[in-house]
Structures are given as C-alpha cells and as structure tokens.
C-alpha cells in the first residue's frame, strides 16, 4: 500500500512538471505567432536605430511606465531612464541624434508587446562572431505558488546557425526551437 502511494506522487510530481514545461513551450511559441507581425516590426525599428548608435531599451518596471535607455559608446555606457530624470533621457536622444520618430514608435511597440527589455548579445561559434536580438517579456509562473520568478525570453538569429552548442542546448532544453531563426528560453532575470 505505501509502495503505491509513493509511486501515484512520484507520478503525479512527474507529471504536474512535465505539464508546466509543455505549459511554458506553448505559451512562448503563442505569444510569438500572435504578434509575430508587431514582433517584427519592431526588431526592423530597432535594428535601423542601433546601427546609427547601439543601444538596448526597455522598461524599468512591470507596469511599463518608465522607459530605460542604454547607448553604448566605444569608451562608455550611458544609462537613462524617465523614472529619474525626464530631461536627462531626452538630451541623450538629442545628443546622440536618434530619429525620434521612429524612437517613439519602438517604444510604443515594445510596451504593446509588453517587452520588458531590448537589446543585442554577441558570441563565438567557430571563431565567428554571431551578434543575436532578443527580447524579453511577462514573467513567467508568477501566479503559481512555489515557482520562482522567470522571464521568458525570445532570441532573434540573424540566420540559422548550426553548432555542438546551441544543438546542446535545445537538447536538454535551455533553448527552444519556434522556428530556423527564433528560439526562446525562460530565465531568471530579463536582460
């Protein structure tokens, strides 16, 4: 009798994680197809905009309220946010001469994609430099209890790229595949 109990919750342990994992995958790849056109929209908007000066942007808080502004120089980073200082935010647009209108509208996408952050990421493969986009969005699992906070986050490859360690990732499930260009993964911090 104890050796089936123990069985039926190890079972049931099994699958509620294994519920929560599929939960998790469907929910990223969802997300992406519903606003896959707003989604690439904005990675065109930004991509445009960083090639005049790298920057990552995104938002200080959950309620999408204060913008956060990260231009990266050769010498320095530069960090502004409309929480501390309106005026200091828009002089940095200013001085580093970013369309404002299009800015505008970066930000007016990312908040209605609810993206938390912005931004590029750089790394090796075969001694290749490979720079991806990704974004982050809504934390995962908040209203579940005993979970802890996570973010989901959507990486944007430039073209497929194959090697033994993104292949390792996707197969113990760090990255998930949505399609040839765009994986997700869950972390524990958005940026």
Not at 53 to 62: C, L, N, Y
Not at 184 to 190: Q, R
Request: charged residues 25%.
């Amino acid at each position: 009798m104890k050796n089936g109990r123990l069985y039926f919750w190890a079972l049931l342990g099994i699958l509620c994680l294994q519920a929560c994992t599929s939960a998790s995958k469907r929910k990223s790849a969802d997300y992406y197809e519903q606003n896959k056109t707003l989604i690439h929209e904005t990675l065109q908007l930004y991509d445009q905009l960083y090639r005049h000066q790298p920057f990552s942007a995104g938002f200080t808080d959950k309620s999408f309220k204060y913008y956060l502004l990260e231009v990266n120089t050769d010498t320095l980073r530069y960090i502004y946010n409309t929480d501390n200082n309106d005026q200091k935010f828009y002089q940095t647009i200013l001085k580093f001469q970013y369309d404002t209108t299009k800015l505008k509208n970066l930000g007016t996408n990312i908040k209605a994609i609810k993206c938390l952050w912005l931004s590029k990421s750089s790394f090796y493969v075969d001694k290749r430099r490979e720079t991806v986009t990704f974004l982050s969005f809504k934390s995962a699992s908040t209203d579940k209890p005993f979970v802890e906070n996570k973010y989901y986050i959507l990486i944007f490859l430039p073209h497929q790229i194959t090697s033994p360690d993104i292949s390792e990732r996707i197969k113990k499930g760090r990255l998930v595949k949505i399609n040839d260009l765009v994986y997700f993964t869950i972390a524990p911090k958005f940026r």
